[in-house]
């Protein structure tokens, strides 16, 4: 966790170049870093370091509720 967010372009980016680094010496072909939507100064980071978005995620609330009965907003 990198505190405060601000430190995301200098400290982050230094952590996530280094543990990539770490894991491409050992033998790994590809991360996976997950973000929220929101999070900007990480997500400034991370395509400062040189990732791209390749996918979105979209959950259900919790508890899991009745959904898409009949229509979009479950109505």
Known sequence: MVTPPGKWPTTGAELLRAGLAGAGRRGAIQAVVVTGHLD???RQALQ???LEIASEWWVT??????LCQDGPDGG
């Not at 609330?61 to 009745?66: E, G, I, K, N, T």
């Open 48 to 50: 400062a370091c040189g």
């Open 40 to 42: 900007q100064p990480k």
């Open 61 to 66: 609330p919790q508890p899991l509720l009745p």
